[in-house]
């Protein structure tokens, strides 16, 4: 009788460990065609490019603090602390040089391609880099999305 109920926990304890049926991803899960487009098509050659904004600013407010400072250090405070542009993080979408700047806010895609435009405007060297952080999910109607970080680094 021991036996018996010993070989019968045996038994309930393995289907617990059996793994779940795979299921196969639904026949339309990767197609381009389930969403819809940008209402605006954006040209390579416009994400990066400067508006008249950003060449004002660059010229009358971040020149001549560069003056003071090394072109990478000065360019970041210009950029982000609090008394200068006040840039914010928006996770909302992903948005060019120029319109990040006018936002004064953007995604880390949004700020790194925005920092990068500057950057290569003042012969910097840039390079974008994915960062190693835990990952995020998040949902967004029926759309399940996996969230990761860029950055830039400049040279």
């Given at each position: 009788?021991?036996?018996l109920l ?107 391609i925005m ?41």
């Open positions: 009788m021991k036996r010993v070989l019968l926990c045996a038994v309930c304890l393995a289907g617990c460990a059996a793994n779940p049926p795979v299921v196969p991803p639904a026949d339309d899960l990767l197609h381009d065609t389930a969403f819809a487009a940008s209402p605006e098509p954006i040209a390579g050659a416009d994400v990066f490019a400067l508006s008249p904004s950003m060449r004002a600013y660059l010229t009358k407010d971040l020149l001549p603090s560069l003056r003071r400072t090394n072109a990478q250090r000065g360019l970041f405070e210009a950029l982000y602390a609090k008394q200068q542009l006040k840039i914010e993080y928006d996770a909302e979408r992903t948005r060019t040089a120029a319109e990040a700047f006018d936002a004064r806010a953007g995604n880390c895609l949004s700020l790194a920092t990068g435009a500057f950057a290569k405007e003042l012969g910097l060297g840039v390079r974008y880099q994915t960062v190693n952080v835990a990952s995020t999910w998040g949902r967004s109607g029926n759309l399940v999305l996996h969230n990761s970080h860029v950055n830039v680094s400049l040279k």
